[in-house]
């Protein structure tokens, strides 16, 4: 019987030796142990604060509650700025149609805006969501342009490329009201035609907002260029195949010079060229493009554009090589950030703002104008596990060594 216990233990120590453990009475590695206990550590801290951070942001999107730990963002009063901006051009606005004549339908319109079109004109290209088209009314997306342009790490004196359908004029203000309150240059190019709700009033597209605004002085911005619109970019004629003359006497009115092109893919190119010869003469090379609506040449004609995500994209989830791939493949190719303005209600959800709100929400109000700290239970959870992970590893080390080191 005591002949046999060398075996077993020499049998033992070769498992554990092909285990890579040692016996803790046989020369036992602390150093090992101390090392993988801080690797724990770490770890576990490190994955607590995602999670935390991960909780904290579904909070923000979901619940927004008035009780949660909310904090105003680092950029607050900027975005107050560019959302006063567009409250007051949208004043502007609603004031000078109706000194025009043009009615304000206030079922269409509940909150007075003068941004929300009628159902069918003769510059009404493509169907459209009422719901959609008043939710971008709200002031807040200017501030969620600043939140856009400041995640995209643009810098006063930077150029914003923007193309632009007459579908969402909102988001167009809004837009242009971020670069004013962030000293950014915009460059733009309008496409006149216009789904049912958008700027589709012939005598009042949103080339006559933005002259109008210029003239009181409030956005001193002007159009790089127009162009027709509809399918093919051409100016195809409104849904009721009428509608040839109004556009080209909007596009007269603008002011801009009016892009024409035979094909999709060389609309794209007269797009890419403008913008570059307007950045130039700006001094900075194009900083972020923003897609506004669903203008063939910007968002695409292909089915990858139906794949782009909406918001600020650094990296699209596919890439499309399609010659007719559209401005915001083009750019986010180039490296260059992208803001794509489509799916209104679906931003709207995403940044605690409220979907078709009447009457329009005060300025600073909405979930865009602030950000949560890391849940606090969860980060207490981790940061208590790894102090137990540092604890044990420190009660692995030996007396000397914890003596020396205390």
């Given amino acids: 019987m005591h002949a046999k216990k060398p075996q077993i233990a020499a049998a033992g120590s070769t498992v554990n030796a092909i285990a890579g453990i040692t016996p803790f009475g046989h020369g036992f590695n602390r150093s090992r142990v101390r090392a993988l206990g801080i690797v724990l550590a770490a770890a576990l801290a490190v994955a607590g604060l995602a999670l935390a951070e991960q909780s904290g942001r579904a909070s923000m999107a979901l619940h927004r509650r008035p009780d949660a730990a909310l904090a105003r963002t680092e950029f607050y009063d900027r975005q107050v700025r560019a959302a006063a901006i567009m409250r007051d051009c949208t004043l502007a606005i609603a004031e000078e149609r109706t000194a025009r004549g043009i009615h304000l339908d206030p ?12 159902e069918f004109t003769p510059i009404t290209t493509t169907l459209g969501v009422l719901e959609a088209k008043r939710t971008s009314t709200n002031p807040a997306f200017a501030a969620l342009m600043v939140r856009y342009f400041l995640d995209a790490g643009l810098e006063p004196g930077d150029v914003v490329a923007v193309g632009a359908s007459g579908s969402f004029p909102a988001l167009i203000l809004a837009t242009l009201a971020a670069c004013r309150a962030l000293d950014l ?41 127009v162009s027709l619109g509809g399918e093919g970019d051409v100016g195809a004629n409104g849904v009721f195949g009428e509608g040839a003359e109004c556009f080209e006497q909007a596009a007269t009115r603008s002011g801009a010079p009016l892009l024409k092109a035979n094909t999709v893919a060389d609309s794209i190119r007269h797009r890419m060229e403008i913008f570059a010869h307007a950045a130039e003469r700006l001094g900075r090379p194009v900083a972020c493009f923003v897609n506004i609506g669903g203008a063939t040449a910007n968002y695409g004609n292909t089915a990858d554009s139906l794949d782009f995500p909406n918001g600020l994209v650094m990296q699209p989830p596919v890439m499309s090589a399609h010659p007719e791939r559209g401005l915001i493949f083009e750019y986010v190719a180039m490296g260059v950030p992208v803001i794509n303005l489509l799916d209104v209600r679906g931003l709207a959800v995403r940044n605690g703002l409220p979907v078709d709100p009447i009457p329009l929400p005060p300025l600073g109000e909405g979930g865009v104008y602030f950000t949560q700290a890391h849940s606090r239970p969860t980060a207490a959870v981790a940061l208590l596990a790894s102090a137990s992970a540092v604890l044990a590893a420190a009660g692995a080390l030996p007396r000397r060594r914890r003596g020396a080191l205390a």
């Fill in 185 to 225: 240059q915009p460059a733009i190019v309008y496409s006149i035609g216009a789904s049912m709700y958008g700027a589709n009033i012939p005598e009042f597209t949103f080339g006559d907002m933005l002259v109008f605004l210029n003239s009181r002085g409030m956005l001193p911005y002007g159009l790089a260029a």
């Fill in 107 to 118: 079922e269409l319109d509940p909150n007075g805006t003068g941004l929300i079109g009628a």
